[in-house]
């Protein structure tokens, strides 16, 4: 348990290291992260990347063992078998631009499937993960904000309303980052892992999540609604302390 709340901390540190902010990008120098209230000087708040939903967090260090909780649930009882990690598909891969199918049961390999990539997201030190950045063509995506992880099968956008606009990068693109508009409310429908139907509201951070993840599955990559050029992510930060 000790383990499992040092990565939380250190997962809770490195989104503060990269400003990530629910409507955008702080325009200021200093000031209080969204959601966290810590406090930090950035040197280069131009180059933020905020790396929103199959994303990367670009820190010095990774969050190590973060992805054991909440995972073990995806597995039968009496199943020994270990959460694996799974290779990302990059940009250029061809099956991160087809369309994924309906996940129609779920079975031990769609338990494991999931189990595999959540420990894979958390492993990246992302936020979302959709199943096919991992080479498999089913409408499952996972995503963890920092509140828990949220399992979408079969998900689809109901409603958006308004308007945000901020930095976004995907762990299919490593290293790159670019200036994406999204909706800043967002309404999901989605089957639970006992095919139960849920309904899911996201503003801010969640809502670009959705919409991020969500769009994997149909074989969009958020590269297409770039607005200018993607650019390299590079962070500069010193912690300041209260």
């Known amino acids: 348990m000790q383990e499992v709340e040092e990565a939380r901390a250190c997962l809770k540190k490195a989104f503060c290291k990269m400003c990530v902010t629910i409507c955008g990008r702080f325009r200021s120098d200093e000031g209080a992260v ?3 209230g810590n406090r930090i000087r950035v040197k280069s708040p131009a180059k933020w990347g905020v790396q929103i939903a199959g994303m990367i967090f670009q820190t010095r260090s990774k969050v190590q063992g973060f992805g054991t909780t909440g995972i073990s649930k995806f597995k039968d ?4 078998t270990e959460m694996a990690l799974r290779t990302i598909r990059t940009e250029g891969d061809s099956v991160l631009e087809k369309i994924c199918r309906p996940v129609e049961k779920i079975d031990k390999r769609t338990k494991d499937l999931v189990g595999d990539m959540l420990e894979t997201m958390y492993d990246a030190c992302g936020v979302g993960l959709a199943a096919p950045q991992v080479g498999i063509l089913k409408r499952i995506v996972v995503i963890d904000i920092g509140d828990g992880p949220i399992i979408l099968i079969n998900p689809e956008i109901l409603m958006t309303s308004g308007e945000q606009t901020g930095e976004e990068g995907c762990l299919s693109v490593p290293g790159m980052s670019g200036q994406v508009t999204r909706p800043n409310y967002v309404k999901v429908k989605a089957l639970d892992m006992d095919m139960n139907e849920q309904i899911y ?4 951070l969640l809502a670009r999540a959705f919409c991020h993840e969500l769009d994997h599955l149909d074989g969009k990559m958020y590269t297409r609604l770039v ?6 992510v590079s962070y500069d ?3 300041e302390e209260e």
Do not use: M
């Open 201 to 204: 509201e996201g503003e801010g």
């Open 77 to 80: 009882k009496g199943d020994n």
């Open 237 to 239: 930060t010193e912690e």
């Open 34 to 36: 969204a959601g966290y």
């Open 227 to 232: 607005e200018g050029e993607l650019h390299h």
